[in-house]
Each structure stands twice: as C-alpha cells, then as structure tokens.
C-alpha cells in the first residue's frame, strides 16, 4: 500500500524556522519526483516545490524561493522541506506528494498544519 | 502564480452532466498535459484525471477529461452526491517552471 505521511509541523513564529519530513513507503522512492503542495485555510491548492529522483534538481514558487529549501534522502525514503524566515501567509497544511513523471502528481499525504502567529 | 483560471462554482442535481473549465495559456496548457484533483470535505486531494484525458484504475467512467488549445474540460456525467467536492486543474507552466494549480470550483449537488 503507497504511504505517505507527513510530520515536523506546528506553531512558529513569524521569522522562525520549521522542517517538514515525508516518510514513503509501499513504492520504489527513487523513481519518482517529490513535490510538496500547501493550502492556506479555506483556500485552494498551491504548489510549492519539487524535486527529481535523485535529488540534483529543484523547482520553487516565486513566493517561497529563497526561503524553502526542498531535499530528500533515497536511503531513508525521506522527503523533506526546509522553511526559514516564516510568514503568517505561509500558514497552511502542506502535503507531500508523488510524482512518477509520466502523469505529474498521482499520489498525495494527507497533510501537516502549519501555523506561522506570535 | 494561478494562472490557471476555473470557475468557482458548479452545480446540479444528480443525474445530470456537469462540465467545469480550465483556462490557461500558450506556456502551460497549450504545451503541457492537464490533471485533474478531486478534493473531498477534509481530505487530501485524488487524482482523477491525468494526461487530459486518462482515468487511474478505481476512476468511475463517469468522469472524463478533454483539452482543446489552450483550455481542459472536465465532465461528470450521471452526477451523484458523493461527486460534492473541490475539483482542481494543474498542469506543468514552462515559462514560469512552476506546477500550476487552478483556483478550484466547488462542485454542490443539489
């Protein structure tokens, strides 16, 4: 059975840091892209970033770049995403998500809140 | 950076068809494949169309998916309740490098 579970979020600070990890399992994680999506509260699908199954190539939304930094380690099924210098608008649950490059995203977690308030 | 544009709303009464649009342009539709999300009430999205047109095994064929230029449609036929949702376009932007997410439709059954 594909897996996969999202953890590391919470309640940050603006300006503080968190990290999101991506446990996968129930499929071959190197053969396939990672992606992660956040939706703000009531809010609709964004994307965030991705990055190839070898690590080696990254993409970002304009809105995060410079902030975020996507990564994943192929010997731990682990996918993770690096947020430094938060803002209340990055509140949102963010999802972890699969993608075997053929179809674009096919298989998505079921999300971590996280919530950026003083 | 949602420049795929849906409309926000949908609605029916079951039975009927259903078609719910996904706008975009040259860079992203126009030269990319479109996917389409089901997002029910409190759960992640599921993928229900991918490659414009394809249905992943368990999809009913209910649902179906078309791209014409620079624009996708997707179709639900025969609509029941449990087809309430958020529904979501994306597709790949080569200008921009980025996944594009339409701003989603609201699908109610009446």
């Known amino acids: 059975e594909v897996q996969l579970v999202e953890s590391g979020g919470g309640l940050v600070q603006p300006g503080g840091s968190l990290r999101l990890s991506c446990v996968a399992s129930g499929f071959t994680f190197t053969s396939y892209w990672m992606h992660w999506v956040r939706q703000g509260p009531g809010k609709g699908l964004v994307w965030v970033s991705r990055?190839?199954?070898?690590?080696?190539?990254?993409n970002y939304a304009d809105s995060v770049k410079g902030r975020f930094t996507i990564s994943r380690d192929n010997a731990k099924n682990t996918l993770y995403l690096q947020m430094n210098s938060l803002r209340a608008e990055d509140t949102a649950v963010y999802y972890c998500?699969?993608?075997?490059?053929?179809?674009?995203?096919?298989?998505w977690g079921q999300g971590t809140l996280v919530t950026v308030s003083s | 950076q949602s420049v795929l544009t849906q409309p926000p709303s949908a609605s029916g009464t079951p039975g009927q068809r259903v078609t719910i649009s996904c706008s975009g342009s040259s860079s992203n539709i126009g030269s990319n494949t479109v996917n389409w999300y089901q997002q029910l009430p409190g759960t992640a999205p599921k993928l229900l169309i991918y490659s414009n047109n394809q249905r992943p095994s368990g999809v009913p064929d209910r649902f179906s998916g078309s791209k014409s230029g620079t624009s996708a449609s997707l179709a639900i036929s025969g609509l029941q309740s449990e087809d309430e949702a958020n529904y979501y376009c994306?597709?790949?932007?080569?200008?921009?490098?980025?996944?594009?997410f339409g701003g989603g439709t609201k699908l109610t059954v009446l």
């Open positions: 994306a597709a790949w932007d080569d200008s921009l490098n980025v996944v594009l």
């Open positions: 998500a699969r993608d075997p490059t053929v179809t674009g995203i096919d298989y």
């Open positions: 990055i190839n199954s070898d690590g080696r190539s990254t």
